[in-house]
């Protein structure tokens, strides 16, 4: 089975570089430019994984995510994980207790990503 990893960010630079880090590890990763564009595409078909940014024009990252998680087509199912620069603990507090699976600080790089996925149970093949 493939394992999907949706990225949400508005920088087209940030998905690319995403992109580049998940793809040789044998994932499938689809592109969103703001949450409202990814609740579109979690309403047709969810991904296994999201990685979600919060600032974000249209929809933020935290709307998103109570939005997502509130499909009937595997919204409560999918992993949620925070791409951001906001480290704050009450930001981070209020990310998880509002859906969010986990947490990344930007900039990340291709370790990190693949230590969170190995820290939630999250492979490729």
Excluded at 62 to 68: F, Q
Excluded at 89 to 100: E, L, R, V
């Amino acid at each position: 089975m493939t394992v999907t990893v949706l990225t949400v960010d508005d920088s087209k630079i940030v998905r690319k570089v995403t992109r580049n880090m998940l793809e040789p590890l044998g994932f499938e990763v689809i592109e969103a430019e703001d949450g409202q564009v990814a609740l579109d595409l979690c309403a047709n078909t969810m991904p296994n994984v999201i990685l979600m940014d919060f600032n974000m024009p249209v929809m933020n990252g935290m709307d998103s995510l109570k939005y997502i998680r509130a499909l009937p087509n595997g919204g409560t199912d999918v992993i949620i994980i925070f791409c951001t620069t906001m480290n704050e603990m009450d930001f981070i507090q209020k990310a998880i207790m509002a859906g969010a699976n986990e947490f990344v600080m930007k900039p990340f790089d291709a370790d990190i990503l693949k230590n969170k996925f190995e820290q939630l149970g999250i492979e490729a093949n």
